[in-house]
Protein backbone atom coordinates (compact mmCIF):
# COMPACT_ATOMS: atom_id res chain seq x y z
CA UNK A 1 0.00 0.00 0.00
CA UNK A 2 2.99 2.51 0.69
CA UNK A 3 4.82 1.61 -2.33
CA UNK A 4 1.87 2.02 -4.45
CA UNK A 5 1.25 5.90 -2.49
CA UNK A 6 4.44 6.65 -3.14
CA UNK A 7 4.53 5.76 -6.81
CA UNK A 8 1.60 7.91 -7.50
CA UNK A 9 3.12 10.89 -5.70
CA UNK A 10 6.11 10.25 -7.31
CA UNK A 11 4.31 10.23 -10.87
CA UNK A 12 2.20 13.50 -9.21
CA UNK A 13 5.35 15.16 -8.73
CA UNK A 14 6.74 14.60 -12.25
CA UNK A 15 3.63 15.98 -13.88
CA UNK A 16 4.44 19.12 -11.85
CA UNK A 17 8.02 19.58 -12.43
CA UNK A 18 7.52 18.65 -16.20
CA UNK A 19 5.01 21.39 -16.08
CA UNK A 20 6.70 23.99 -14.38
CA UNK A 21 10.01 23.52 -16.45
CA UNK A 22 7.19 24.14 -19.55
CA UNK A 23 6.41 26.94 -18.58
CA UNK A 24 9.35 29.14 -18.89
CA UNK A 25 9.66 28.07 -22.83
CA UNK A 26 6.01 28.59 -23.18
CA UNK A 27 5.79 32.19 -21.73
CA UNK A 28 8.54 33.00 -23.70
CA UNK A 29 6.80 31.95 -27.03
CA UNK A 30 3.86 33.63 -25.87
CA UNK A 31 5.46 36.52 -24.76
CA UNK A 32 7.85 36.76 -27.84
CA UNK A 33 5.94 35.68 -30.75
CA UNK A 34 2.61 35.08 -30.47
CA UNK A 35 1.66 38.20 -28.74
CA UNK A 36 3.13 40.82 -31.39
CA UNK A 37 1.84 38.36 -34.40
CA UNK A 38 -1.47 39.11 -32.50
CA UNK A 39 -0.85 42.52 -31.83
CA UNK A 40 0.33 43.26 -35.35
CA UNK A 41 -2.58 41.49 -37.03
CA UNK A 42 -5.07 43.53 -34.95
CA UNK A 43 -3.16 46.79 -35.63
CA UNK A 44 -3.97 46.16 -39.66
CA UNK A 45 -7.48 47.50 -38.53
CA UNK A 46 -7.10 50.33 -36.93
CA UNK A 47 -5.67 53.91 -37.43
CA UNK A 48 -2.70 54.89 -35.54
CA UNK A 49 0.20 57.02 -36.07
CA UNK A 50 2.56 57.63 -33.29
CA UNK A 51 3.85 60.92 -34.66
CA UNK A 52 0.37 61.93 -33.64
CA UNK A 53 -1.07 61.05 -30.03
CA UNK A 54 -3.90 63.38 -29.98
CA UNK A 55 -5.34 61.73 -32.99
CA UNK A 56 -5.39 58.36 -30.49
CA UNK A 57 -6.04 54.96 -32.08
CA UNK A 58 -9.49 54.58 -33.86
CA UNK A 59 -11.37 51.44 -36.16
CA UNK A 60 -10.10 51.41 -39.73
CA UNK A 61 -12.00 48.00 -40.68
CA UNK A 62 -11.02 46.88 -44.25
CA UNK A 63 -9.26 50.50 -45.07
CA UNK A 64 -6.20 49.56 -44.61
CA UNK A 65 -6.74 46.58 -47.15
CA UNK A 66 -8.59 48.28 -49.29
CA UNK A 67 -5.13 51.10 -49.60
CA UNK A 68 -3.41 48.24 -50.90
CA UNK A 69 -5.57 47.39 -54.27
CA UNK A 70 -4.93 50.77 -55.26
CA UNK A 71 -1.67 51.52 -53.71
CA UNK A 72 1.22 51.81 -57.22
CA UNK A 73 4.28 51.77 -55.04
CA UNK A 74 2.90 48.41 -53.25
CA UNK A 75 2.24 46.84 -56.33
CA UNK A 76 5.80 47.78 -57.37
CA UNK A 77 7.88 46.98 -54.61
CA UNK A 78 5.23 43.66 -54.34
CA UNK A 79 6.43 42.77 -57.97
CA UNK A 80 10.06 43.50 -57.19
CA UNK A 81 9.48 41.43 -54.26
CA UNK A 82 8.33 38.54 -56.56
CA UNK A 83 11.15 38.93 -59.03
CA UNK A 84 13.76 38.14 -56.48
CA UNK A 85 12.29 35.29 -55.39
CA UNK A 86 11.48 33.94 -59.15
CA UNK A 87 14.95 34.76 -60.49
CA UNK A 88 17.29 34.50 -57.51
CA UNK A 89 15.99 31.04 -55.93
CA UNK A 90 16.46 28.79 -59.17
CA UNK A 91 19.64 30.66 -59.95
CA UNK A 92 20.77 29.58 -56.51
CA UNK A 93 19.49 26.08 -56.72
CA UNK A 94 21.28 25.71 -59.77
CA UNK A 95 24.66 26.67 -58.87
CA UNK A 96 24.16 24.98 -55.41
CA UNK A 97 23.17 21.98 -56.99
CA UNK A 98 26.28 21.82 -59.59
CA UNK A 99 28.90 22.63 -56.69
CA UNK A 100 27.41 20.13 -54.75
CA UNK A 101 27.59 17.06 -57.42
CA UNK A 102 31.54 18.69 -57.70
CA UNK A 103 32.09 18.82 -54.22
CA UNK A 104 30.78 15.11 -53.92
CA UNK A 105 33.38 13.29 -56.17
CA UNK A 106 36.50 12.41 -55.09
CA UNK A 107 38.67 15.55 -55.44
CA UNK A 108 41.62 16.51 -54.25
CA UNK A 109 41.69 19.01 -51.40
CA UNK A 110 37.74 18.31 -50.80
CA UNK A 111 38.45 20.23 -47.78
CA UNK A 112 39.72 22.61 -48.64
CA UNK A 113 37.02 23.93 -51.49
CA UNK A 114 34.03 23.30 -49.13
CA UNK A 115 35.67 25.50 -46.80
CA UNK A 116 36.18 28.42 -49.65
CA UNK A 117 32.73 27.96 -50.94
CA UNK A 118 30.55 28.01 -47.61
CA UNK A 119 32.54 30.56 -46.76
CA UNK A 120 30.58 33.94 -47.68
CA UNK A 121 27.38 31.73 -46.30
CA UNK A 122 29.26 32.92 -42.46
CA UNK A 123 30.01 36.36 -43.07
CA UNK A 124 27.25 39.31 -42.34
CA UNK A 125 25.42 39.83 -45.27
CA UNK A 126 25.97 44.18 -44.75
CA UNK A 127 29.69 43.08 -44.97
CA UNK A 128 29.18 41.30 -47.98
CA UNK A 129 26.90 43.96 -49.60
CA UNK A 130 29.09 46.65 -49.14
CA UNK A 131 32.03 44.81 -50.24
CA UNK A 132 31.15 43.03 -53.26
CA UNK A 133 28.11 45.41 -53.93
CA UNK A 134 29.30 48.80 -53.15
CA UNK A 135 32.90 47.97 -53.84
CA UNK A 136 32.96 45.64 -56.94
CA UNK A 137 30.11 47.20 -58.42
CA UNK A 138 30.89 51.14 -58.10
CA UNK A 139 30.39 52.56 -61.65
CA UNK A 140 33.71 54.53 -61.41
CA UNK A 141 36.21 52.90 -59.58
CA UNK A 142 34.86 49.49 -59.03
CA UNK A 143 37.05 46.69 -60.89
CA UNK A 144 34.51 45.42 -62.71
CA UNK A 145 33.46 48.63 -64.28
CA UNK A 146 37.19 49.08 -64.89
CA UNK A 147 38.05 45.63 -66.83
CA UNK A 148 35.00 46.66 -68.85
CA UNK A 149 36.39 50.29 -69.86
CA UNK A 150 40.06 48.46 -70.48
CA UNK A 151 38.37 46.20 -72.91
CA UNK A 152 37.11 49.23 -74.81
CA UNK A 153 33.62 49.37 -73.61
CA UNK A 154 30.85 51.83 -72.10
CA UNK A 155 30.85 51.91 -68.36
CA UNK A 156 27.86 49.74 -66.85
CA UNK A 157 25.35 51.62 -64.65
CA UNK A 158 25.01 48.66 -62.19
CA UNK A 159 23.41 50.91 -59.50
CA UNK A 160 21.48 53.70 -61.44
CA UNK A 161 19.87 52.00 -63.76
CA UNK A 162 16.55 50.14 -62.56
CA UNK A 163 16.69 46.77 -64.10
CA UNK A 164 20.50 46.22 -63.76
CA UNK A 165 20.07 47.52 -59.64
CA UNK A 166 18.01 45.18 -59.23
CA UNK A 167 19.94 42.08 -61.03
CA UNK A 168 23.17 43.10 -59.01
CA UNK A 169 20.99 42.80 -55.91
CA UNK A 170 20.16 39.39 -56.59
CA UNK A 171 23.48 38.58 -57.92
CA UNK A 172 25.07 39.36 -54.38
CA UNK A 173 22.19 37.80 -52.34
CA UNK A 174 23.28 34.51 -54.88
CA UNK A 175 26.81 35.01 -54.54
CA UNK A 176 26.24 34.80 -50.37
CA UNK A 177 23.80 32.14 -50.07
CA UNK A 178 24.25 29.39 -52.94
CA UNK A 179 26.77 28.10 -50.11
CA UNK A 180 23.29 27.48 -48.40
CA UNK A 181 21.79 25.55 -51.01
CA UNK A 182 24.87 24.05 -51.54
CA UNK A 183 25.40 22.88 -48.27
CA UNK A 184 22.16 21.37 -48.04
CA UNK A 185 21.92 19.51 -51.01
CA UNK A 186 25.54 17.68 -50.67
CA UNK A 187 24.13 16.23 -47.24
CA UNK A 188 21.21 14.95 -49.70
CA UNK A 189 24.07 13.75 -51.53
CA UNK A 190 25.90 11.79 -49.34
CA UNK A 191 22.79 10.20 -47.59
CA UNK A 192 22.01 8.74 -51.13
CA UNK A 193 22.98 4.48 -50.75
CA UNK A 194 26.01 4.04 -53.19
CA UNK A 195 24.20 0.94 -54.25
CA UNK A 196 21.35 2.63 -55.54
CA UNK A 197 23.44 4.97 -57.03
CA UNK A 198 25.81 2.04 -58.94
CA UNK A 199 22.67 0.09 -60.22
CA UNK A 200 20.80 3.75 -61.92
CA UNK A 201 24.55 3.57 -63.77
CA UNK A 202 24.03 -0.12 -64.76
CA UNK A 203 20.55 0.92 -65.94
CA UNK A 204 21.45 3.79 -67.92
CA UNK A 205 23.38 4.62 -70.56
CA UNK A 206 25.61 7.48 -68.96
CA UNK A 207 26.68 8.86 -65.70
CA UNK A 208 24.34 11.85 -66.69
CA UNK A 209 20.83 9.88 -67.44
CA UNK A 210 21.29 7.55 -63.99
CA UNK A 211 22.13 11.68 -62.21
CA UNK A 212 19.05 12.48 -63.29
CA UNK A 213 16.95 9.29 -63.31
CA UNK A 214 17.91 8.23 -59.90
CA UNK A 215 19.88 10.58 -57.70
CA UNK A 216 17.97 13.52 -58.58
CA UNK A 217 14.72 12.22 -57.53
CA UNK A 218 16.26 10.86 -53.82
CA UNK A 219 17.47 14.31 -53.78
CA UNK A 220 13.99 15.74 -53.58
CA UNK A 221 13.38 15.91 -50.22
CA UNK A 222 16.77 18.17 -49.41
CA UNK A 223 15.82 20.20 -52.51
CA UNK A 224 12.18 21.18 -51.40
CA UNK A 225 13.73 21.92 -47.82
CA UNK A 226 16.73 24.09 -49.39
CA UNK A 227 14.47 26.29 -51.88
CA UNK A 228 11.46 26.52 -49.40
CA UNK A 229 13.88 27.94 -46.90
CA UNK A 230 15.68 29.84 -49.77
CA UNK A 231 12.07 31.34 -50.88
CA UNK A 232 10.96 32.46 -47.31
CA UNK A 233 14.43 34.70 -46.93
CA UNK A 234 14.39 35.86 -50.24
CA UNK A 235 10.46 37.28 -49.19
CA UNK A 236 11.71 39.06 -46.64
CA UNK A 237 15.35 40.57 -48.21
CA UNK A 238 15.67 43.86 -47.15
CA UNK A 239 19.68 44.54 -45.52
CA UNK A 240 21.51 43.74 -49.23
CA UNK A 241 18.96 46.43 -50.75
CA UNK A 242 19.37 49.19 -47.89
CA UNK A 243 23.27 49.06 -48.17
CA UNK A 244 23.30 48.39 -51.84
CA UNK A 245 20.54 50.89 -53.22
CA UNK A 246 18.64 51.37 -50.66
CA UNK A 247 15.61 51.22 -52.56
CA UNK A 248 16.90 52.72 -55.82
CA UNK A 249 16.71 54.35 -58.25
CA UNK A 250 13.19 55.65 -57.06
CA UNK A 251 11.63 52.66 -55.92
CA UNK A 252 13.10 49.99 -58.66
CA UNK A 253 14.95 47.63 -56.24
CA UNK A 254 12.53 48.18 -52.65
CA UNK A 255 10.95 45.23 -51.29
CA UNK A 256 8.03 44.68 -49.55
CA UNK A 257 10.04 44.58 -45.79
CA UNK A 258 11.56 47.99 -46.95
CA UNK A 259 8.33 49.54 -47.42
CA UNK A 260 6.76 47.87 -44.68
CA UNK A 261 9.21 49.35 -42.58
CA UNK A 262 9.54 53.09 -44.08
CA UNK A 263 5.36 53.16 -43.49
CA UNK A 264 5.92 52.01 -39.72
CA UNK A 265 8.89 53.05 -38.38
CA UNK A 266 9.93 56.27 -40.63
CA UNK A 267 6.62 57.79 -41.77
CA UNK A 268 4.45 56.48 -38.40
CA UNK A 269 1.33 54.73 -40.20
CA UNK A 270 1.50 51.82 -38.01
CA UNK A 271 -1.75 50.92 -39.35
CA UNK A 272 -0.82 50.54 -43.01
CA UNK A 273 2.65 49.28 -42.26
CA UNK A 274 1.04 45.95 -40.74
CA UNK A 275 -1.41 45.41 -43.66
CA UNK A 276 1.58 46.01 -46.21
CA UNK A 277 3.66 43.29 -43.70
CA UNK A 278 0.52 40.33 -43.36
CA UNK A 279 0.03 40.80 -47.05
CA UNK A 280 3.61 39.02 -47.24
CA UNK A 281 2.56 37.07 -44.89
CA UNK A 282 0.25 35.85 -46.73
CA UNK A 283 1.49 36.02 -49.96
CA UNK A 284 4.32 33.52 -48.51
CA UNK A 285 1.86 31.15 -47.64
CA UNK A 286 -0.78 31.05 -50.49
CA UNK A 287 2.51 30.38 -52.35
CA UNK A 288 4.55 27.48 -50.35
CA UNK A 289 0.47 25.56 -50.03
CA UNK A 290 0.64 25.96 -54.54
CA UNK A 291 4.15 24.71 -54.48
CA UNK A 292 3.70 21.99 -51.97
CA UNK A 293 0.43 20.49 -53.81
CA UNK A 294 1.69 21.48 -57.72
CA UNK A 295 4.51 18.72 -56.05
CA UNK A 296 2.88 16.18 -54.28
CA UNK A 297 0.54 16.04 -57.75
CA UNK A 298 3.92 15.56 -59.52
CA UNK A 299 5.21 12.75 -57.25
CA UNK A 300 1.84 11.22 -57.79
CA UNK A 301 2.05 11.29 -61.20
CA UNK A 302 5.92 9.96 -61.68
CA UNK A 303 5.31 7.23 -59.20
CA UNK A 304 2.10 6.03 -60.66
Known sequence: MTAAVLHTASRFFERRAA??????????????????????????????????????VTWAGLDHWSRLGHDDHFHRVALNTVLYVVIG?????????????????????????RLLFLLP?????????FIVGRVMFNEALGPINQAIVAAGLEPVPWLTDSFLALLTVIMVDVWQWTPFMTLILLAGLQSVPEEVVEAGRMDTRSDWQAFWRVTFPLLLPWSVTAVLIRSVEMLKIVDVIVVLTNGGPGI???????????IGVVHFDLGYASAVAFSLLGFALVATTVFLLILRRAIARSTA
Do not use: C, D
Request: hydrophobic share 65%.
Open 19 to 56: AIFLMAPLTLVIVMAIFPLVMSLGLAFVHWNVANPAAG
Open 89 to 113: VPIQYGLGLLLAVVLNEELKAKAFF
Open 121 to 129: MMLSPVAIS
Open 252 to 262: ATESLTLFAYR
